[in-house]
């Protein structure tokens, strides 16, 4: 087991939608030294970001345009071991300085007798004490793991820019059963001491814009909408709007933005509708995406569409997909599913490995995927169940028909 996993598997609680989590986070916060209190002081800004969709995009884009600045960003979930999720200007936090964080909250959580906390509060509480060790930073960019009003990172000592990028139904066990459930929850990251709230206007509806507008005048907070359409298939386009409302309200000048960073440039996330190569066959064009909802599907499919228009010399498609349990196959897969402009040739089914800091995340059975990919796709010759993803891989580029599953 690699040293991070073995670190962060050390916090064995589950997930604790709770104040009382809250109240625990603080408490180890302050036994390390007060991280976010000491960043206030030396003049950091906060911008606390939340939304179903988007979190992780708006936070890439914000930190590109503010490359000339020094920024700390933490975006959840980790794209390999859990440093990778905490940066300063885009360098990665050394796996040996995480492990040495990780090893002192460890101990802090254990005199303070708070052996429940997760693995996702140790990581956050590790990212805003490395934080403070890398002052000056001028913003600190943080995305919200899941919800908002009891998620680990709505610690903050104050925030100047409160940021919802989209309310769509996800989490239901976890946030409620309707978007207005969901929004409410999201917007507990606007507090009395927030100054400022830039709303998606395209991707969260009229009733929640109006909870989050009576929230902002509970709180006090400037109420900032950028205007959009949820019909439009430019959604970077809105999100780049979107960062540049919050560069507004940060007192950042049009001046001051990177110069790496002009019209139209927004900064690629690894697994966001990454267009890559094949990892056994270079010469073959590969999508990533982590799309787990139906906004993110739908997306998906216009990026696919728009792919195969700016690449003619694609002419056919394969797909290896893998679902987390509590998804349902059925009515997700027509999302995505569907005919093209090219055939689909085959799709391979597969599971994942364990989740670091997500244990309750497990996958769909690959031979149930099966079976919903096949009443999408009846024509498809190959709708294969496969134990894991190197097989899979392998199949992508060898398929072998002789083991089909129809």
Sequence with gaps: MPPLVEATSAFKGVIDQSTESLQRIRRILEAVGSPLEALAASGSKFVHVTGTNGKGTVCAGLAAKLQQFRVGTFTSPCQRWPNDQISVNGDIMPAAEYERE?????????????????????????????FAKMRPLDFVIIEVGMGG?????????????????????????????????????????????????????????????????DRCALTGTDFRVVEGSADSDDYKGHYAALEDEIMKALGVSDDQKSRHSGPGKHLELRGRQELTQHPLDPALPMILDGAHNEEGLRSLAHFIQQTLEGQPEITELRF?????????????????????????????????????????????????????????????????????LTTALKRSIHPNTDVTHR
């Excluded at 254990?110 to 590790?126: M, N, P, Q």
């Excluded at 507090?191 to 109006?210: F, I, M």
């Excluded at 490995?353 to 999408?376: F, S, Y």
């Design 102 to 130: 990780l090893q002192c909250i460890m101990e802090e959580a254990r005199k303070e007798g708070e052996v429940g906390l997760t693995d996702f509060e140790a990581t956050t509480i590790a990212a805003f004490s490395w």
């Design 149 to 213: 009003r009891e998620d680990a990172t709505n610690v903050l000592p104050r925030t100047d820019v409160a940021v919802l990028t989209g309310v769509a139904l996800d989490h239901t066990n976890f946030l409620g059963p309707t978007l207005e459930d969901i929004c409410r929850a999201k917007c507990g990251i606007i507090t009395p001491h927030t100054r400022t709230a830039v709303v998606s206007g395209a991707y969260v509806n009229a009733s929640c814009l109006d909870i989050v507008q």
């Design 320 to 388: 290896i997909v893998a679902l987390s349990g509590g998804r349902i196959p059925s009515e997700l897969f027509p999302l995505f599913l569907k005919p093209f402009a090219v055939p689909t040739t085959g799709v391979y089914t597969t599971t994942f490995r364990d989740v670091p800091q997500m244990p309750w995340v497990k996958a769909v059975d690959p031979t149930e995927a099966a079976k919903a990919a096949q009443q999408c796709l009846p024509s498809t010759k190959i709708i294969e169940p496969v134990e894991d």
